[in-house]
C-alpha cells in the first residue's frame, strides 16, 4: 500500500445550510447490500510536518464517522501538491470499479479540474472545506446544474469563526486601543481570504482598533516566526496577533517571546499544541475545530445513500457555522471531550436516518463536548 493512502471501514456525518438546488437528483431508494464505498481526496500530509494537524484530523474524524455509519473510506493523501491531487483523481477516475463517492476539497482552486474527471461517471461528488469561488461558479455552475454528478458542497462559516476569535481577543484586550497584525495562509486558498474576511468584518463593527498589516503565509510555523519578528520590529504597538491556523500561530507566539512584547496571540485550529500552550499562558485562544466538516460530510453522505436527499433538508450547498471559541478556561475540558475520547463520539445524534426529525440538519459541537 502507498503511504499516502490510508483505508478506513467507517461511517460520517455533515450539514446545515445553503442555496436550493435546482433540480435535486434523487438518491437511491434501496441502497445495495453492499457497504457504499467513499474515497476522499485529501490535499494534506497524513502526518505533522510543520503546517499544522489539520489534514490528518479531518481524516482521523472523517474515518471515526464512516465507521459510525459502516462507510468504506479510503484517504488519498496529496502531500500538499495540487498537482499529485490531480493525479490521484484521475488515477481513481478509471479505475475498473469505482467509488460510490468522492469527497473533494478546492486546493490551490483545482476542484473544476476534478470535478470534469468524473463527468461522465457514476461517482457522486462532494466538495467541502474550500468553496468555488464565485468566478469558478459562473463558469461551471452550482451544484446539480452542468454537473449532475456533483450533489453537494459543505464548508465551515470561515468569516464566522475569526470573528468570534477577535471578539475574544478584544474581550481579552480590555480598553487597550488594538493594534492588530493578521497572519493567513496563501492567496489561492478560498479559507484562507475568508478568515482574514472575518477579522476585517469585526474590527469594523467593533469601531475601535486597527489592522496594521495582514502577511500572507504557507500555513507553516517558521515562516510565521519569521514574518512576526519582522512585523513586531515595524510595529512595536501591536498589541494582538492572529493566525489563519494554529501553526502560524505558534511560530508568531515564539517570535512575541523572544521580543518579550506584551502581545496577545489567537489562532485557528484548536488543535492539542494548541490547547497545551493556552493551558500554559502562551496562546491567548484559538478557534475550532475545522476537521470536524469531514465528518459531516459522512453523515450527509449516509443519509444520501439511505434515500434521504441532504438537499430538502439544508439545500444542496452547506456552510456550517459550529465553530467555538478555545480559551484557558475551557481548555482542558475541550481537549479531554474532542480528542481524549474521539473513539467515543457519537456521530449518529447528527443523522436524519437514524434519528428521524424534520427540519434543516443541525451541526453543532454541543453534543460532543456535553460534559458527562
Known amino acids: 500500500m502507498d503511504r499516502r493512502t490510508a483505508l478506513f471501514a467507517g461511517a460520517g456525518l455533515l450539514g446545515a445550510a445553503g442555496r436550493a438546488a435546482p433540480q435535486p437528483v434523487p438518491p437511491p431508494v434501496t441502497p445495495p447490500a453492499t457497504p457504499p464505498r467513499v474515497v476522499f481526496l485529501n490535499p494534506g500530509e497524513p502526518v505533522e510536518r510543520g503546517k499544522g494537524p489539520h489534514w490528518h484530523m479531518a481524516a482521523r474524524f472523517m474515518a471515526a464517522s464512516a465507521q459510525t455509519f459502516g462507510l468504506q473510506l479510503e484517504v488519498l493523501y496529496a502531500e500538499r501538491d495540487h498537482l499529485l491531487m490531480l493525479r490521484?483523481?484521475?488515477?481513481?477516475?478509471?479505475?475498473?470499479?469505482?467509488?460510490?463517492?468522492?469527497?473533494?476539497?478546492?486546493?490551490?482552486?483545482?476542484?473544476?479540474?476534478?470535478?470534469?474527471?468524473?463527468?461522465?461517471?457514476?461517482?457522486?461528488?462532494?466538495?467541502?472545506?474550500?468553496?468555488?469561488?464565485?468566478?469558478?461558479?459562473?463558469?461551471?455552475?452550482?451544484?446539480?446544474?452542468?454537473?449532475?454528478?456533483?450533489?453537494?458542497?459543505?464548508?465551515?462559516?470561515?468569516?464566522?469563526?475569526?470573528?468570534?476569535?477577535?471578539?475574544?481577543?478584544?474581550?481579552?484586550?480590555?480598553?487597550?486601543?488594538?493594534?492588530?497584525?493578521?497572519?493567513?495562509?496563501?492567496?489561492?486558498?478560498?479559507?484562507?481570504?475568508?478568515?482574514?474576511?472575518?477579522?476585517?468584518?469585526?474590527?469594523?463593527?467593533?469601531?475601535?482598533?486597527?489592522?496594521?498589516?495582514?502577511?500572507?503565509?504557507?500555513?507553516?510555523?517558521?515562516?510565521?516566526?519569521?514574518?512576526?519578528?519582522?512585523?513586531?520590529?515595524?510595529?512595536?504597538?501591536?498589541n494582538i496577533i492572529w493566525a489563519a491556523n494554529d501553526s502560524m500561530a505558534l511560530g508568531a507566539m515564539r517570535a512575541v517571546k523572544a521580543r518579550g512584547a506584551p502581545v496577545l496571540v489567537g489562532g485557528t485550529g484548536a488543535w492539542p499544541s494548541a490547547l497545551a500552550s493556552i493551558a500554559e499562558g502562551g496562546l491567548a485562544a484559538s478557534v475550532g475545530s475545522h476537521f470536524f466538516i469531514a465528518a459531516w460530510a459522512m453523515v450527509l453522505l449516509h443519509d444520501y445513500h439511505h434515500g434521504l436527499d441532504f438537499a430538502a433538508h439544508g439545500g444542496p450547498s452547506m456552510k456550517l457555522d459550529y465553530m467555538q471559541v478555545v480559551n484557558r478556561d475551557t481548555a482542558a475540558h475541550y481537549d479531554q471531550a474532542v480528542y481524549k475520547r474521539d473513539g467515543a463520539l457519537d456521530f449518529s445524534v447528527y443523522s436524519k436516518v437514524r434519528r428521524p426529525r424534520a427540519g434543516r440538519y443541525e451541526f453543532t459541537l454541543a453534543p460532543l463536548l456535553r460534559k458527562t
Do not use: C
Request: hydrophobic residues 40%; negative net charge.
Open 88 to 238: 490521484q483523481a484521475e488515477s481513481v477516475a478509471q479505475r475498473s470499479v469505482l467509488p460510490d463517492y468522492l469527497v473533494i476539497v478546492n486546493e490551490k482552486l483545482a476542484a473544476p479540474q476534478m470535478l470534469r474527471l468524473f463527468e461522465r461517471t457514476t461517482v457522486k461528488v462532494l466538495l467541502i472545506h474550500n468553496d468555488l469561488t464565485a468566478e469558478q461558479r459562473r463558469e461551471i455552475g452550482n451544484e446539480r446544474e452542468q454537473m449532475r454528478h456533483w450533489i453537494g458542497t459543505v464548508t465551515t462559516d470561515e468569516a464566522r469563526a475569526e470573528y468570534r476569535l477577535m471578539e475574544e481577543l478584544y474581550r481579552q484586550l480590555g480598553d487597550r486601543e488594538p493594534q492588530v497584525i493578521g497572519i493567513t495562509g496563501d492567496r489561492a486558498t478560498p479559507v484562507s481570504m475568508e478568515r482574514a474576511q472575518g477579522v476585517s468584518d469585526f474590527v469594523a463593527h467593533a469601531k475601535r482598533g486597527q489592522i496594521l498589516q495582514l502577511a500572507f503565509g504557507d500555513w507553516g510555523d517558521v515562516d510565521a516566526e519569521s514574518k512576526a519578528k519582522v512585523l513586531l520590529s515595524r510595529y512595536p504597538q501591536t
